[in-house]
Every structure is written in structure tokens, then in C-alpha cells.
């Protein structure tokens, strides 16, 4: 049982740490097309829908918190800092709706560090 109970928690957290690592990998594409946003023609598309794909990874980050958590019988903060961070994607996106960069860029840099800790402590 007991043997059952630790391997279906290893699975949670590598479950877990793959979910951070795409949403880390999302938010630096989103830092590569910000860039191209403003040198090309087809930057502007390109962040609308890298956008969408960060958001899901988030919701995905917090899925996985959640099923390494419960199920898994693991600590409740990581399903906290996953919570937190897909509140800062909803406020980055309306952000970036609404065309606020003086504090979309910053969000965004602060977003990645966060992400990049979270994986590191992982």
C-alpha cells in the first residue's frame, strides 16, 4: 500500500515538474515573440496565440498541483503558487489587451523568473 501510495506520488510530481517546465518554456517563446512583435509583420499573431498556449499552461500548472496534491498526498503549496501564477496570467493578458506595457514587459520578466524558481525547486 504503502509502496503504491509513494509511486502514484512520483508520478504527480514528475507530472508536476513537466507542467512547469512547459509553462517556463511558454513564457520565454512569449518573451521571443514580444520581440518579433516588433520587428515583424507577423509578431502581432504570433504573441496572440503564444498568449493563449502560456494561459493554458498555467491552467495546466495548476491541474497538475492539484493531482499531485490530493490524489498523490503531497504538500498543498505548490497548488497555491499555481494559483497565484494563473492569476498573474490573467492580469498579464488583460494587460496586454488592454496595451499596457509599461507593466506587461515587467509582469512578464517577474512571470518567468517565478517560473524559472518554481522548476528549480521542483
Known amino acids: 500500500m504503502t509502496t ?3 509511486a502514484n506520488a512520483e ?4 507530472f508536476l515538474r513537466m507542467a512547469i517546465a512547459l509553462q517556463t518554456l511558454t513564457i520565454f517563446l512569449q ?4 520581440g518579433l512583435l516588433l520587428t515583424s509583420a507577423y509578431g502581432e499573431t504570433l504573441h496572440g496565440v503564444g ?5 493554458g499552461a498555467s ?6 498541483a492539484v493531482l499531485a ?3 498523490g498526498g503531497g504538500s498543498p503549496r505548490p497548488v497555491r503558487h499555481a494559483s497565484g501564477f ?3 496570467a490573467s492580469v498579464q493578458v488583460v494587460l496586454g489587451i488592454a496595451h499596457v506595457p509599461s507593466v506587461h514587459l515587467p509582469l512578464g520578466v517577474l512571470m518567468f ?4 524558481l518554481a522548476l528549480v525547486r521542483r
Open 4 to 6: 503504491q501510495v509513494t
Open 59 to 64: 491552467m495546466l500548472y495548476l491541474l497538475a
Open 86 to 88: 494563473l492569476v498573474l
Open 69 to 71: 496534491w490530493k490524489p
Open 113 to 116: 523568473g517565478l517560473s524559472v
Open 11 to 14: 508520478r504527480g510530481f514528475s
Open 51 to 55: 498568449a493563449r498556449v502560456m494561459y
Open 31 to 34: 518573451a521571443v515573440s514580444a
